[in-house]
Nanobody, 115 residues
Framework: QVQFVEAGGGLVQPGGSLRLSCAAS????????MSWYRQAPGKERELVATISSGGGSRNYAESVKGRFTISRDNAKKTVYLQMNSLKPEDTGVYYCKRGGSNVYWGQGTQVTVSS
């Protein structure tokens, strides 16, 4: 059974930090790029960050550059998103996605940035 399980979301004050994780099972992980997306209420899902299969290439949305860091551990089949200096506009449901011919999504984890 294919599963991508996100964790690490929660409520945090502006300026705070969170670390999201996404653990894969039942699927090849190391051969594919992984991405984090987010969806704010009433808005379309947007790409936040992508990391190549080996981790050597990373790309970020302009809105999170310098604040977020994507990383992966292929031995653990897990991708991470370290989020620092969080802002209220970072609020949303965060999803991980595996690319390739078959695309897989996690169920999402809620991040709320509010004082």
């Amino acid at each position: 059974q294919v599963q991508f399980v996100e964790a690490g979301g929660g409520l945090v004050q502006p300026g705070g930090s969170l670390r999201l994780s996404c653990a894969a099972s039942g699927v090849i992980f190391s051969a594919y790029a992984m991405s984090w997306y987010r969806q704010a209420p009433g808005k379309e899902r947007e790409l936040v960050a992508t990391i190549s299969s080996g981790g050597g290439s990373r790309n970020y949305a302009e809105s999170v550059k310098g604040r977020f860091t994507i990383s992966r551990d292929n031995a653990k089949k897990t991708v991470y998103l370290q989020m620092n200096s969080l802002k209220p506009e970072d609020t949303g449901v965060y999803y991980c996605k595996r690319g390739g011919s078959n695309v897989y999504w996690g169920q999402g984890t809620q991040v709320t940035v509010s004082s």
